[in-house]
């Protein structure tokens, strides 16, 4: 590739959900050879990135164990588009709040590389707002001061001007500041701030550790030790912080913490589902399609010959007509062959591929799959199952005790790692959510046991057996086998 090509974007992520990102932002980050990602962005949004882009994680935050030196992140910057990439830089936030993003972009102009900056919302103004605290109101403050709690080169790494902002009306926001949070007090009311002046220590966005205290000048420093907050948090100190204009429009699921097991494109479309009644995701066990050699070539299946191609996934439709396009067969002779599928998700996939569903239950299960088959499929046509190696045997034994079965496993699923993310949020997850039995088998080998504090949530029957087996608890089973009939099962238990 030509060098010549690579240029580099730094891009806010904003503070909170992966929606809160710019549209600019979003559409860089779906076009990207190369995303540089830091700490604090919702890792939902590194599920837009092209499949054929790479993604480094450079992280670098104070007093983190493996945070990254700002000299190698900016040295990864120059590399990547001197190899005539487009990089994408994703920075929680705003890159030119405390980001940093000043001096990685001069790092980049210095080296010749082409750069842009594509702002964020700062948490300095959304983590106040999220937790109902204006940064400026009418008759309470008409300015605000974003401030940082480490500065370098004084002596207690608060900035030596601080006596004059105490002096100031308006609203103070400190960014960093939590573990210097009674200096910081101490300093202003020192100042001549009164040790009445409201003031807020808050944790949101994507901290793994959410918190909101309130209280004074004078004890918020001992009601936030008591609250044990956690980093990262802003400090909100002025009149502003006793407003609590919290929104009376609050999501359902506001607060809820769900982790999602499965497949990519099905945790991705649980979180599109959960996301919006005010769930937080994550993913607590991610399974990778890894394909398996076939034993047949697939053109075998166009011969002219009626027979019935059954799909129990959409990913196994979709690696179906991969394989199919891979060895080039012209899809015009699948023209006798009829087309049955396990439920509503599975046939839309297949109506992607230019394929009407023949067949599909009125019961999106294995059981009624198979009874379906057995009532329409004459006996002298072929049936061919198309899925995963780990699917279930009874639709298999089901059908070949009277009818001519072959079982083809186009695919297996396999764990990916586990990140060290994943099991800090398990250890806070309301609910637990399952799409199928191997990935209870997977999720389960990874991490032991079933945390005590989450409630576990199964698509189906065959999913909620495979969990009891190995856990004493009672699982929520979705009404219907589908990311809507897991969703309402949530909501339904939660609100109730």
Same mark, same amino acid.
Not at 29 to 45: E, G, P, R, S, T
Not at 211 to 219: E, H, I, K, P, S
């Given at each position: ?45 590194? %599920? ?84 109902? *605290? ?45 573990? $210097? ?5 101490? %300093? ?134 991969? $394989?199919?396009?891979?060895? $080039?067969?012209?899809?015009? %002779?699948?023209?006798?062959? $009829? ?136 699982? *929520? ?20």
């Amino acid at each position: 590739m030509d060098h010549m090509g690579g240029k580099v974007y730094l891009v806010g992520a904003g503070c909170g959900t992966a929606d809160l990102i710019t549209l600019r932002g979003l559409r860089l980050l779906q076009n990207c050879d190369v995303v540089i990602y830091d700490d604090l962005i919702d890792k939902a949004l590194l %599920r837009e990135v092209p499949d054929h882009a790479q993604v480094i994680y450079m992280g670098k935050r104070q007093g983190v164990k493996h945070s990254a030196r700002q000299e190698d992140i900016c040295a990864k910057l120059v590399q990547c588009a001197q190899e005539g990439k487009m990089v994408v830089r994703l920075k929680g936030g705003d890159p030119f709040v405390f980001g940093r993003g000043g001096e990685e972009l001069m790092a980049l102009e210095a080296a010749g590389v082409p750069c842009q900056v594509v702002p964020g919302i700062t948490s300095a103004l959304a983590i106040p707002a999220m937790a109902g *605290i204006p940064a400026t109101h009418r008759g309470l403050s008409r300015s605000v001061h974003i401030v940082t709690a480490h500065t370098a080169d004084t002596g207690d790494g608060l900035p030596e001007y601080l006596d004059d902002l105490a002096r100031l009306p308006g609203t103070l926001v400190f960014l960093m500041g939590l573990s $210097r949070l009674e200096q910081i007090a101490q %300093r202003l009311m020192a100042a001549g701030k009164p040790g009445n002046t409201p003031a807020a220590v808050l944790s949101g966005g994507n901290s793994p550790h959410p918190a909101a205290v309130r209280g004074t000048l004078a004890d918020i420093g001992e009601k936030t030790r008591a609250a044990n907050v956690q980093p990262p948090a802003v400090i909100v100190v002025g009149e502003v912080a006793g407003l609590d204009l919290s929104s009376p429009m609050a999501a359902p699921l506001e607060g809820v913490t769900v982790g999602l097991s499965g497949s990519e494109p099905m945790t991705k479309k649980l979180s599109a589902a959960l996301e919006p009644l005010g769930a937080r995701t994550f993913i607590a066990q991610q399974s990778v399609i890894q394909e398996l050699p076939l034993p047949i070539k697939l053109d075998s299946l166009c011969d002219g010959n009626p027979r019935w191609l059954v799909f129990t996934s959409a990913n196994g439709v979709k690696e179906f007509f991969r $394989r199919l396009k891979s060895e $080039r067969v012209d899809l015009r %002779r699948l023209w006798p062959c $009829r087309f049955a599928v396990i439920g509503a998700a599975t046939g839309k996939a297949l109506s992607a591929q230019g394929f009407r569903a023949d067949l599909c239950p009125e019961t999106y299960t294995t059981a009624a799959l198979a009874q379906a088959l057995l009532d329409t499929v004459p006996p002298q046509e072929d049936i061919v199952l198309l899925r995963s190696r780990l699917g279930s045997d009874e639709l298999f034994q089901t059908l070949s005790a009277s009818r001519t079965v072959r079982d083809i496993h186009l695919y297996d699923a396999v764990p990916a790692p586990l990140t060290e993310e994943a099991g800090e949020w398990l250890e806070r997850a309301d609910y637990l959510v399952f799409t199928s039995a191997g990935g209870v088998k997977m999720f389960l080998e990874q991490q032991g046991c079933v945390p005590p504090q989450a409630q576990c949530v199964c698509i189906g029957e065959v999913t909620a057996a495979a969990l009891t087996r190995n856990w004493d608890g009672t699982p *929520i089973l979705a009404q219907s086998t589908s990311v809507e009939g897991i969703a309402a099962a949530i909501l339904s238990h939660h609100t109730a």
